[in-house]
């Protein structure tokens, strides 16, 4: 009996530290890793559009969402406002629900319109941290850290230390009655409707992915207001606004009813 739980402890430990572990993932990656992955001949054909398309398409929405003026107004009904605007510029608005993979928790669905290929669907919200700074408290058991290219992280998760922190470096970087970010992604009711890519699922093999992430680094011509609608912070102050932003981009048509479905790994050549 006490062998069995010692068995069963840790082999649940393995499976969530096996995808940390180097050799394991050089013996997979080949097999298993490959199969599921996205593969992009080199890093040049990673972005599906480019970045100064993402964000011409951002353009198109995110100055035209408002803030609530007064703090009894309330979030949600200026969160369905957005998804309003966000029909009526892009053709589409999506919105979280239960996931259609079993298991999969919540997920993020096209409820009105129709997403066409090479248009912007999501934002990966999050902390932004450098390669050189420190975010190993903030990963512990958390599976919304996306990692970028060059080793910057961003921390997507909305609770917790993670959420403390986002709001921290927010409020750091206030400037006086104008806000750096759009902090209403930590709560279930976003002012910016494309602030919800963390929640975007793993394909599978019943539910292909239909979107890939791509990195974009922000244009200095941005307007703060725009800038304030985006879901980021940099962990460490006094650097000036951030200048990534990682975008979740159609790799088809997506209709309405669809979940949205990415694939987590994508792997630079063959």
């Known amino acids: 009996m006490v062998v069995d739980k010692i ?63 007064k703090p009894e107004d309330s979030i949600a009904t200026y969160s369905e406002k957005s998804r309003k605007i966000m029909f009526l510029k892009l053709g589409f608005s999506i919105e979280r629900g239960p996931s259609l993979i079993p298991g999969g928790g919540t997920g993020v669905f096209v409820n009105r319109g129709r997403v066409r290929k090479g248009q912007v669907v999501a934002l990966y919200p999050g902390t932004i941290y450098r390669s050189f700074e420190p975010i190993l408290l903030a990963s512990i058991n958390n599976p919304f850290i996306f990692r970028c290219l060059d080793g910057t992280h961003i921390d997507g998760k909305d609770w917790g230390l993670s959420r403390l922190v986002f709001k921290s470096c927010a409020g750091r970087d206030r400037m006086g009655p104008r806000e750096v970010a759009d902090i209403s992604w930590l709560t279930k009711n976003p002012i910016n409707p494309l602030n919800v890519g963390q929640y975007v699922n793993n394909h599978t093999k019943d539910y292909p992915s239909n979107v890939a992430y791509q990195e974009v680094e922000l244009s200095e011509g941005l307007s703060h207001e725009t800038r304030s609608m985006m879901p980021y912070v940099n962990y460490s102050g006094g650097r000036g606004l951030p200048n990534r932003i990682v975008a979740l981009v159609a790799t088809r048509n997506i209709e309405q009813g669809e979940e949205i479905l990415s694939s987590y790994l994508t792997l630079v050549g063959k």
Request: aromatic letters at 12%.
């Open 7 to 69: 068995t069963k402890f840790l082999s649940s430990k393995w499976k969530n530290y096996k995808f940390r572990f180097v050799p394991w993932v050089a013996i997979n990656l080949h097999h298993k890793m490959k199969d599921n992955a996205r593969i992009v001949p080199s890093a040049a054909a990673d972005p599906l559009i480019s970045s100064s398309k993402v964000l011409t398409q951002l353009s198109k929405v995110v100055p035209f969402l408002v803030r609530p003026k």
